[in-house]
C-alpha cells in the first residue's frame, strides 16, 4: 500500500521559508492500493489531494476528530461537488449528536457558504468507536485515545503491513506519566508493532509542562510511546506551527541522542510504500 502525506503541521496552517521543507498544511495523508483510496483527516493538506482523487469512484475519508485543523480543508475537496463519486465520510462517535450534525457546524453559513447536506455527491456518514470495519482491501480498527473532544486513532492493515495514525495522542496524561503496563497506555493496541506509526510529537520537554492536557505529546512521549508499542519506525508530526524546519531537526536530533527508536520527522509531500 501507498502511503502520502500531504498535512503534518498542527493547530494552524504556516506558510513561509521557515516552514517550507517539513510543510505548512494541517494534517492529511492518503493510503492507497488498487482501485481503494482512504484519506486521513481533511485539514488543509486535502485541497491538492483532490487532482489525486479524480480517478477513483469511492473515496472515504476517516477523521480521527473534529477540530478545525482536521477538518478546515474538507470544503475544498472537490470531489464532494462531483455527482459521480461515492463518498464515505468516517468519524467518531459522539454521546450527544451524529458526525452529520458536527461537521454540519463547519460546513454551513455563516462559517461555509455551501450546506453539507447540498453537496452533490452521493455521501454517506459512519460513526465509529472502538470497532474494525472494512473498506476494499483494509482491515481497519478504531479506538479512542487521549485528546479533548471524541478522537479516534486508526489502525490500517492490509494483510501484515500496518499503518498506525494518530497525529493528536497524549498518552502521558495522568499523575504520573505514561504508565509501562501496556493494556492501560492509551491506543496501544491501534499502534503494536505497526510498521508506520505517525504519531503527535508537537511539543519540546520543556514545552510540554505547561501545555498538559493539551491534547498532544511531547517528542520525547511519542518516542516513549513508540518504544512501548514496539512500532517498527514512528514518523513525528503534528508539528507546532512555531517551530520552523531548523528547530524541529533540531528538536529531533536531541531526541535521538538518547533513545534507539527508529523516528523521522513527518514531512509533507512524502511517500511510502508497504510492500
Known amino acids: 500500500m501507498k502511503i502520502k502525506l500531504w498535512g503534518v503541521r498542527g493547530s494552524i496552517p504556516t506558510t513561509g521559508p521557515d516552514t517550507e521543507k517539513y510543510g505548512g498544511n494541517t494534517s492529511c495523508a492518503t493510503v492507497a492500493y488498487g482501485d481503494s483510496l482512504l484519506v486521513l483527516d481533511g485539514g488543509t493538506g486535502i485541497r491538492p489531494v483532490s487532482g489525486m482523487a479524480s480517478s477513483y469512484k469511492r473515496i472515504d475519508i476517516l477523521l480521527t476528530h473534529l477540530h478545525l485543523d482536521h477538518i478546515q480543508g474538507l470544503g475544498f475537496f472537490s ?13 467518531p462517535a459522539s454521546g450527544s449528536q451524529s458526525l452529520f450534525s458536527r461537521i454540519s ?3 454551513s453559513p455563516p462559517l ?19 470497532t ?10 478504531s479506538g479512542y485515545i487521549i485528546h479533548p473532544g471524541p478522537t479516534v486513532g486508526y489502525r490500517i492493515i492490509r494483510e501484515k503491513l500496518v499503518f498506525t495514525y494518530m497525529p493528536d495522542h497524549e498518552p502521558a496524561l495522568g499523575s504520573h506519566g505514561m504508565i509501562n503496563d501496556p493494556k492501560w497506555v492509551s491506543g496501544y493496541d491501534l499502534a503494536e508493532q ?5 504519531h503527535d510529537s508537537q511539543y519540546t520537554k520543556e514545552e510540554y509542562i505547561i501545555r498538559r492536557g493539551w491534547g498532544h505529546s511531547s517528542i520525547y512521549d511519542a518516542g516513549l510511546f513508540a518504544e512501548i508499542t514496539s512500532a517498527k519506525h514512528t514518523l513525528f508530526a503534528h508539528h507546532d506551527p ?3 524546519d531548523k528547530f524541529l531537526e533540531e528538536m529531533l536530533a536531541l531526541f535521538k541522542s538518547g533513545s534507539k527508536v527508529s523516528v523521522g520527522l513527518a514531512q509533507e509531500g512524502s511517500e511510502i510504500e508497504l510492500v
Not at 113 to 127: G, I, S, W
Not at 132 to 141: H, K, M, S, W, Y
Open 194 to 198: 505497526a510498521d508506520i506509526l505517525l
Open 79 to 91: 470531489p464532494l461537488f462531483d455527482p459521480s463519486k461515492e463518498i464515505h465520510i468516517w468519524g
Open 242 to 244: 512555531s517551530h520552523s
Open 105 to 107: 457546524r463547519y460546513l
Open 132 to 141: 474494525f470495519f472494512d473498506i476494499g482491501p483494509f482491515r481497519i480498527q
Open 112 to 130: 461555509f457558504p455551501v450546506l453539507l447536506r447540498d453537496v452533490p455527491c452521493k455521501l454517506e456518514l459512519h460513526d465509529v468507536s472502538n
